[in-house]
């Protein structure tokens, strides 16, 4: 119902949906992790949170794609860090984040050095894609906006700040 979306194409408009829903996921991604949903025994907390990363990268996937398929020129531009619009950078950090995060998952070793750089780069992809969504205007509604960057900040914050890493003091290398 934006006037700012009135005219999109469909395309653009399902590529914002992927940002969303990739949105929501930030939220989901650090109580999954550290096993904080209530009745979601630890075990498949952390299936389900590898599940929803892989979903997580497709769904950026989408939403790049979906922009590169409405707009190639602005993507190349965004990508190259020449866009005029400042919410641009953030995606762009978000999402290379996004992807070497997938990578190190791929290739996932239980080690503390593993760990840290993939709680860093939760950490980066969080920071950046909030800072991206607040700047954006009229995918979202602002106060629904504010509130699921909000409590992905929140569950990232509490998620790093309170559990341990793991392998940590463990002398598994």
């Keep these: 119902m934006s006037p700012l979306l009135a005219w999109r194409r469909p395309v653009y408009i399902a590529a914002g949906f992927a ?21 979601l025994p630890r075990g498949v907390s952390r299936r389900v949170h590898r599940a929803s990363g892989a979903l997580l990268t497709l769904l950026v996937v989408g939403h790049v794609g979906g922009l590169w398929i409405t707009s190639p020129p602005d993507v190349l531009d965004a990508l190259a860090f020449a866009s005029p619009t400042p919410f641009s950078v953030w995606g762009v950090i978000a999402m290379w984040a996004v992807f070497l995060t997938a990578a190190l998952a791929a290739l996932r070793r239980r080690r503390r050095s593993w760990h840290l750089a993939h709680r860093t780069l939760a950490v980066l992809i969080v920071v950046c894609s909030v800072i991206h969504a607040v700047l954006i205007e009229g995918t979202m509604e602002p106060v629904s906006k504010a509130v699921l960057c909000t409590a992905a900040l929140l569950a990232t914050l509490a998620t790093v700040l309170f559990t341990r890493v793991q392998g940590a003091g463990t002398g598994s290398r």
Excluded at 27 to 34: F, N, R, S
């Design 19 to 39: 940002g969303i829903l990739a949105m929501t996921l930030l939220l989901m991604q650090p109580l999954l992790a550290a096993g904080a949903l209530p009745h």
